[in-house]
């Protein structure tokens, strides 16, 4: 494939790291290892992993089968940056070797092993200071030394009942980084995985939410990622209609209704990737896809809402057992989440609270007015589709 595949900060590298183990590139299990999408034609991993610790990088290391990874694309620093996306940004100040510059080097490098490159998708946080901070600069580099490469950012949201007081201020700089230089974003609410994660795991029970791991969170991210990302071919599909459907609902099943407001959530697009090795009948117009068209609310405007993509190799199976649907929707849940960090942030800014902390890195006014704008403009525009 010609895509470069960069994993930034602690979140991002684990994501990452988990896809790999998903595809079975980890333990060699995939099939087809020497013609692998993931990799360049030394079989090696076409990814870049950075983070401003080695923890994280060097635990990853251990776990990997050996060779999988350019060992010069393994990139650490020797200092966290302190859930502080500014100190990400930009170095630190007594500066190690930029992180940044030694990351493009090395992307660079895997670009030109490829015979043409097609774009970056980028692994990590909105609210770590090197996922969200370091991760921004590198879409800003890129973007504007490969203007023609797609960026698609897979990207995690913190906890809505606040892990970090600087989270909001987080979450906005890079959205608005992302919004700026990236062409999409597939947007993973941590709240959300957890409780997908425990539905998979078979627990209803809210007091065992401590018990899921963020293995297993991961586990559901990566096979999302996986879904929608690994190549698709047409086929002949045999699977019916029920089979589908079920399909369609336990999808669907954790989708909120409503926004936090109480208007109802609606999607101006969806793209909905079918797998299985004996599939059929699965077309936009079968009942399970209108069901699932409906189950998003997609906007009456939109004459071509559902985008269907169907295969019938499962790379995640060497078996050929697996079948999964895998669904991507412009949906307007966004919208909670743009509010409460618009709210949270201006509260915060009004009152020049941990305004310091970025100051010191070079992030000033102008870049949080920007991003201000940003959002909000986003927001609105969110607002005005579901009308
Ligand atoms: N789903 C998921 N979320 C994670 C994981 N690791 C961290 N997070 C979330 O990511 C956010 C913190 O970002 P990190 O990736 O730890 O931070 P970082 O990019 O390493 O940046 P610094 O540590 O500040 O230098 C929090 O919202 C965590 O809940 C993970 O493996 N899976
Ligand atoms: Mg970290």
New binding site residues.
């Given amino acids: 494939m010609s895509t470069v595949w960069l994993q930034?900060?602690?979140?991002?590298?684990?994501?990452a790291q988990?896809l790999w183990h998903t595809l079975g590139l980890v333990d060699g299990s995939c099939r087809k290892i020497d013609r692998n999408p993931f990799c360049s034609r030394d079989g090696k991993l076409s990814a870049v992993c950075v983070?401003?610790?080695s923890k994280?990088i060097k635990k990853m290391q251990k776990q990997m089968k050996k060779g999988l990874f350019r060992e010069s694309n393994l990139i650490v620093g020797k200092?966290?940056?302190?859930?502080?996306w500014a100190?990400?940004y930009n170095k630190p100040l007594n500066s190690e070797e930029s992180l940044l510059y030694k990351t493009m080097e090395r992307l660079r490098k895997e670009v030109e092993l490829r015979d043409c490159y097609s774009g970056t998708v980028l692994f990590?946080?909105?609210?770590?200071?090197?996922?969200?901070?370091?991760?921004s600069h590198l879409c800003e580099e890129i973007r504007d030394e490969y203007p023609l490469g797609q960026i698609l950012s897979v990207a995690?949201?913190?906890?809505q009942t606040g892990?970090?007081p600087l989270?909001h201020y987080n979450i906005l700089l890079c959205l608005s980084w992302l919004q700026r230089y990236t062409d999409g974003i597939f947007l993973?609410y941590?709240d959300d995985?957890?409780r997908r994660a425990l539905a998979s795991m078979g627990k209803k029970n809210i007091r065992v939410l401590s018990q899921v791991s963020?293995?297993s969170?991961?586990t559901y991210?990566a096979d999302c990622v996986a879904g929608l990302l690994f190549p698709v071919s047409n086929f002949e599909p045999t699977r019916g209609q029920v089979f589908w459907d079920s399909m369609v609902s336990s999808v669907t099943h954790f989708l909120d209704p409503e926004s936090s407001t109480g208007s109802p959530h609606y999607s101006t697009s969806l793209l909905s990737v079918a797998r299985s090795n004996h599939c059929s009948l699965i077309q936009p117009q079968s009942s399970a896809m209108k069901k699932l068209q409906r189950a998003y609310g997609c906007v009456s405007w939109n004459p071509f809402p559902l985008s269907l993509w169907t295969a019938s190799c499962d790379m995640r199976d060497p078996t050929g057992q697996r079948h999964s649907l895998t669904v991507c929707a412009n949906h307007s849940s966004i919208v909670d989440l743009l509010k409460h960090t618009l709210e949270k942030a201006q509260k915060m800014y009004s009152a020049k609270a941990y305004i310091h902390w970025y100051r010191q890195y070079g992030c000033g006014e102008g870049d949080f007015e920007q991003a201000f704008d940003t959002l909000s403009s986003v927001e609105a525009e969110y607002c005005s589709a579901g009308e």
Avoid at 8 to 15: F, L, R, S, Y
Avoid at 79 to 84: A, D, P, Y
Wanted: proline share 2%; charged share 10%; with cysteine.
């Fill in positions: 930034v900060g602690q979140c991002g590298n684990q994501i988990e983070d401003s610790e994280v200092q966290g940056r302190g859930k502080n100190c990400g990590h946080s909105l609210s770590g200071g090197t996922g969200a901070g370091l991760g995690v949201a913190p906890y892990e970090c989270q993973f941590n995985v957890l963020l293995l969170m991961n991210i």
